[in-house]
């Protein structure tokens, strides 16, 4: 079982008790004796813990999953290991969001860190580290030497950030852990809940995001970008990534090694990168997708549908780059 170090963490509870919460207690037999003690991804999760399931794209990680029991539909139930529970619930998402407030009750909103302290005060235990002026340190906090970090941020408890980094002024770092060699400029958020809700009736009900962001060796952050960490699994961005400013990652986002994205480029959540993409300014990409490696994405683009590796796309919905000329040509005509 992984311990979060970011979100205090309640339970174990009896599966009993859980189904009870999602008003699920007649549909599941044999379920005395059970003990659930985290929530987690399919691709996460363990002997002891519960899962979801919510689409057939995940079909090769489903069927893989060491999860004790799954919250899902009967539409996907034949896509889990035999040894999996199989929970059916008429809305995944909303059941889900109610098991991870049991287990994560502080996680749906960023409250403020109240062990943040002036890192004047504390500059014996990081003396190989230099430090702007105003900057607020947490707890726990673990910073690599010849680090810097600029005026006015702000290290959230249990942030670890590697040997090497640049961390610009009004950069707040929460949730997250940075390897070496990392460059973060003026402004960057990382490590913010995600945009997650379940609309109900005449309420949103926010979802717990208890992942984290991960930074690779040599990853550089533009200014004023924006990393939500990740809802149960984390948001990567792989080895010497770039991004440009003013960029949007979501939740549970993949990026891979050596890519390079430009301005005012969102991706939404849960979608994977492959090594080696560029992406062209202002370009949107749609959730739950997946860009294979070596892809080219046109600024302006609109990507909607999975790209195969080593293809060239633009336009909305993005298209090859050989149909999107031919296209241009024939309306220009």
């Known amino acids: 079982m992984v311990t979060n170090k970011f979100f205090p963490k309640k339970g174990p509870f009896p599966l009993k008790k859980i189904l009870e919460k999602i008003n699920c207690t007649n549909s599941v037999n044999n379920i005395n004796n059970i003990k659930i003690h985290d929530i987690q991804s399919l691709s996460n999760a363990n002997e002891t813990d519960l899962t979801f399931l919510s689409s057939n794209k995940y079909e090769n990680i489903s069927l893989k999953t060491k999860a004790a029991a799954c919250i899902t539909s009967s539409n996907f139930s034949k896509l889990l290991p035999s040894k999996c529970l199989a929970i059916n619930v008429k809305n995944v998402l909303f059941a889900v969001t109610q098991i991870s407030r049991m287990f994560y009750p502080t996680a749906d909103i960023d409250y403020p860190d109240k062990n943040l302290i002036e890192s004047n005060k504390v500059k014996?235990?990081?003396?190989?580290?230099?430090?702007?002026?105003?900057?607020?340190?947490?707890?726990?906090?673990?910073?690599?030497?010849?680090?810097?970090?600029?005026?006015?941020?702000?290290?959230?408890?249990?942030?670890?950030?590697?040997?090497?980094?640049?961390?610009?002024?009004?950069?707040?770092?929460?949730?997250?852990?940075?390897?070496?060699?990392?460059?973060?400029?003026?402004?960057?958020?990382?490590g913010l809940k995600g945009f997650g809700f379940i609309p109900i009736k005449n309420k949103n009900l926010r979802t717990p995001h208890v992942g984290k962001v991960i930074l690779k060796n040599g990853v550089e952050i533009g200014s004023n970008c924006t990393i939500d960490r990740g809802s149960l699994s984390d948001t990567i961005?792989?080895?010497?990534?770039?991004?440009?400013?003013q960029i949007h990652i979501a939740h549970n986002v993949k990026i891979g090694k050596n890519c390079m994205i430009a301005g005012q480029v969102g991706i939404a959540g849960s979608s994977s990168?492959?090594?080696?993409?560029?992406?062209?300014?202002?370009?949107?990409?749609?959730?739950?997708?997946?860009?294979?490696?070596?892809?080219?994405?046109?600024?302006?683009?609109?990507?909607?549908?999975?790209?195969?590796?080593?293809?060239?796309?633009?336009?909305?919905?993005?298209?090859?780059?050989?149909?999107?000329?031919?296209?241009?040509?024939?309306?220009?005509?």
Do not use: W
């Not at 961005?237 to 400013?245: H, I, K, Q, S, Y």
């Open 124 to 190: 014996k235990k990081y003396s190989k580290v230099y430090f702007g002026s105003n900057v607020q340190i947490g707890k726990n906090v673990l910073i690599g030497k010849n680090t810097s970090i600029g005026s006015n941020s702000i290290i959230e408890s249990n942030v670890k950030i590697g040997e090497n980094c640049v961390i610009g002024s009004f950069v707040v770092l929460k949730s997250s852990i940075v390897y070496d060699n990392v460059n973060i400029q003026d402004g960057s958020k990382i």
């Open 237 to 245: 961005l792989g080895e010497n990534t770039f991004l440009d400013n």
């Open 273 to 333: 990168i492959g090594d080696n993409v560029m992406i062209g300014g202002q370009a949107g990409i749609s959730g739950h997708l997946k860009i294979g490696n070596n892809v080219k994405i046109g600024g302006n683009s609109g990507v909607v549908n999975d790209i195969k590796d080593n293809s060239n796309v633009m336009g909305y919905p993005a298209k090859s780059l050989r149909e999107f000329v031919k296209l241009r040509e024939k309306n220009e005509k």
